[in-house]
């Protein structure tokens, strides 16, 4: 059984969940978890947590994203991609200039409409299943921060790249209908990759294809596995002696810990990663074990 992360390219087509369901025989657990669901119709990076590490889904310090995506203009559908029904079409009347042009609007802080088809609850119930039975749900719009759109060049007729790097909750769907509406046509996502997720980069993800290839041969390698700790990387690491470790497996706070008031991912004189802890006024609390307990 494995336990850590596994960065799967997902690939078009497939949910999140269907790549869980794959990965338990792959992985030899039904132990698994994800970070930042993907829409069947986008690729790209996602975050597999296996065994011990689910707990650490959850706890991520960075949840920003980084996409390319690809804008259609001329169209609008009812899922804000290429998969749903059109709606609507209109003569594309404007181009690449007129794009270039009205992209840094959409950089900044800025409230985004959850759209329909997504997994945001209200009242309990998420927003898709009434989309599915023809309903519309009065929603409230959510603040995201879009850090950057940097133009890509065309892909075909009446399409654009993009690539946005965006806070978490940002649906680009959603910024490719604002930008059609602000160059005055319709428009949808006709492609979406995800190539960032918090700290984790598509190049460092592994395709199904090479992970059921890997399965059939022996299993997938150990090296292809991320630690739990890659999650707090952003965190200063501490390492901590016996009689300290000991503290922490059994919840003791350690008073007149030498370290600066913060939060910390703690290591054994050994280097195996134990958790998380906080130091506040010099005393070594423990927030979360990763490890098991001995």
Same mark, same amino acid.
């Given at each position: ?18 790549? /869980?369901?794959? *990965? ?7 132990? *698994? ?11 790209? !990076? /996602? ?118 790097? #965006? ?24 492609? /979406? ?5 918090? !700290? ?51 919840? #003791? ?32 609390? !423990?927030?979360?074990?990763? #490890?098991?307990?001995?």
């Amino acid at each position: 059984m494995k336990n850590g992360i596994l960065l799967v390219d997902k690939p078009q087509g497939w949910t999140s969940f269907d790549v /869980l369901a794959k *990965l338990r025989g792959v992985l030899g657990t039904r132990k *698994l978890g994800h970070s930042g669901t993907l829409d069947p119709m986008a690729t790209g !990076v /996602l975050a597999v947590f296996a065994g011990r590490a689910t707990a650490a889904a959850d706890r991520q310090l960075n949840h920003d994203k980084t996409y390319e995506a690809t804008i259609r203009l001329g169209v609008r559908t009812d899922t804000g991609d290429i998969t749903g029904t059109v709606l609507e079409t209109a003569p594309v009347t404007v181009g690449q200039q007129e794009l270039l042009e009205i992209l840094p609007r959409f950089t900044g802080v800025q409230q985004q409409l959850p759209p329909m088809y997504s997994a945001v609850k209200v009242h309990g119930q998420p927003l898709y299943k009434a989309a599915r039975a023809g309903k519309t749900v009065e929603r409230t719009p959510r603040e995201i921060t879009v850090y950057s759109i940097e133009y890509l060049g065309g892909a075909g007729e009446n399409e654009y790249r993009v690539r946005v790097a #965006c806070s978490k909750g940002t649906y680009i769907r959603v910024l490719a209908e604002d930008i059609g509406a602000a160059l005055g046509v319709p428009a949808t996502l006709s492609a /979406l990759r995800r190539t960032a997720a918090g !700290v984790f980069s598509i190049e460092d993800a592994h395709t199904m294809n090479q992970l059921l290839e890997a399965a059939q041969n022996g299993g997938v390698p150990d090296e292809w596995m991320l630690g739990t700790d890659a999650v707090f990387a952003p965190l200063p690491e501490l390492r901590v002696g016996e009689k300290v470790r000991t503290h922490l497996f059994n919840g #003791c706070p350690t008073s007149r810990y030498p370290a600066q008031d913060g939060r910390y991912r703690v290591y054994d004189e050994n280097g195996t990663f134990l958790g998380l802890a906080q130091v506040t006024g010099g005393v070594l609390r !423990v927030e979360k074990l990763f #490890c098991e307990r001995e």
